[in-house]
């Protein structure tokens, strides 16, 4: 539905569409639970319940099963689900929810769309990113996974690295080059990549916290058909800078990674004595302002999504900083052998270990979605019309760029 004077949703319409969200969500939360099952599980039953609700494609076209609403009943979705245990965002399903699949909505082939959308919203296909390379991070455009056409398939070969989530992954979004003649942005195309197959490894990688939260991924003659391209083929980098755009918007609003909430910092404060402590009494002040505007900025409609995400990575390190100050030099006290968190980036366990990890999790803030670095120069560029920094690579084929052995 789109937003303009004539078809903006009334304030009946929003009142009976949060009945209906209230209706259901008191329904769930009534349903005895399954105390067995995993985060990742809970995810999936809940999702599956929300979208067969008619809950789950709010923005989506009515030709892709949604309801083809505007933003302002996702808007009401969002508020009434806050803070209830069923609703977690769908955890574990972000990259999916938030950023493959409205990419496949807005520029994939209707075959894709029937073929993937349903399946991934109601939480029956998990999905990945498949993007940063050894030697292709913030220069993304120079990635050399290659895909080659073998008849009806592509056949794919390469690395990716600091792929979230792919040890549960069905699918993955993944960008190859597809033509090396061409100036570097032009040879990229983004694909569908089956994960489950031979030809495909998962490894994952260790962080300082602890946990493996990312992953490896390396592909010998993986196997992709023919169709499953999302654009057309060369468009890649289009479409990844669609699939970022909605990255960053997801974590401007709040997905992924969390910063270390206010109010448990202030609680810390309390607890040792401190919040009297003027100078504690104003970094809390500062990180509870930065909370606010942060809900202020993703009411705005239209925002860049490198705004948000920009002050959240902010309000990360802000907090880390804070509860470092805090909780030492106790928070240093930990072995590794309890994360106190109930996966990366969430808070849920009050006990003493949880500060290290969040302390230690929060740089992974300013690097997820993009750098801060990368961030600003896409607000100076594409925002602001400053000029774009100068490159060597540009307007030549990609095969006779100079690259590291």
């Known amino acids: 539905m789109a937003d303009s004077p004539d078809d903006r949703a009334t ?24 105390p067995d099952l995993s985060r990742l599980e809970r995810s999936r039953a809940f999702l599956a319940a929300r979208y067969d609700a008619g809950l789950g494609a709010l923005d989506y076209p009515v030709t892709d099963g949604g309801r083809g609403l505007d ?32 990419t496949i909505r807005d520029h994939g082939s209707p075959d894709l769309r029937k073929r993937f959308l349903g399946p991934g919203l109601r939480g029956d296909e998990h999905w990945c990113q498949l993007y940063s390379e ?9 990635l050399t996974t290659r895909a080659v056409r073998d008849g009806d398939e592509w056949v ?42 031979p030809g495909v490894e998962v490894r994952p990688l260790h962080q300082m916290t602890g946990t493996a939260h990312f992953n490896e991924v390396f592909m010998d003659e993986a196997r992709i058909p023919m169709d499953w391209v999302v654009g057309e083929p060369g468009d890649g ?38 919040s009297g402590d003027p100078v504690v009494r104003q970094d809390l002040a500062r990180l509870a302002t930065g909370t606010r505007i942060i ?75 993009g750098t801060d670095e990368v961030q600003k120069n896409t607000l100076g560029e594409r925002v602001l019309g400053l000029p774009r920094e100068p490159a060597t690579d540009r307007g030549i084929p990609f095969s006779q760029v100079p690259k590291n052995a």
């Open 134 to 142: 050894p030697g292709a991070g913030s220069d993304l455009a120079g």
């Open 295 to 369: 809900e202020w900025l993703n009411l705005r409609a239209g925002i860049h999504p490198s705004i948000t995400k920009l002050w959240r990575t902010s309000q990360g390190r802000a907090a880390a900083d804070v509860a470092a100050g805090l909780a030492y030099p106790g928070g240093i006290a930990w072995d590794g052998a309890r994360m106190g968190v109930t996966e990366p980036g969430r808070f849920a366990d009050p006990d003493g270990s949880h500060w290290a990890y969040g302390i230690c999790d929060s740089r992974a803030l300013s690097l997820g979605g």
């Open 237 to 274: 980098w289009k479409m990844a800078v669609a699939l970022l755009a909605h990255e960053r918007s997801s974590i401007g609003k709040g997905g992924g990674r969390q910063p270390i909430p206010t109010d448990r910092l202030i609680d810390l404060a309390r607890s040792n004595g401190r």
């Open 156 to 197: 794919v070969t390469g690395q990716k690295v600091w792929t979230s989530g792919a040890e549960h992954a069905d699918f993955g979004i993944l960008l190859a080059r597809t033509d090396w003649d061409v100036p570097k942005h032009a040879g990229v195309s983004m694909l569908v990549l089956p994960m489950r197959q």
């Open 11 to 34: 304030d009946a319409d929003l009142a009976g569409f949060r009945a209906e969200v209230r209706a259901f969500l008191a329904g769930y939360d009534a349903q005895p639970g399954t």
């Open 71 to 102: 933003r302002h009943f996702v808007d009401v979705y969002r508020m009434e689900a806050a803070g209830r245990t069923s609703d977690d965002g769908g955890s574990g399903f972000g990259i999916g929810l938030d950023m493959c699949l409205p």
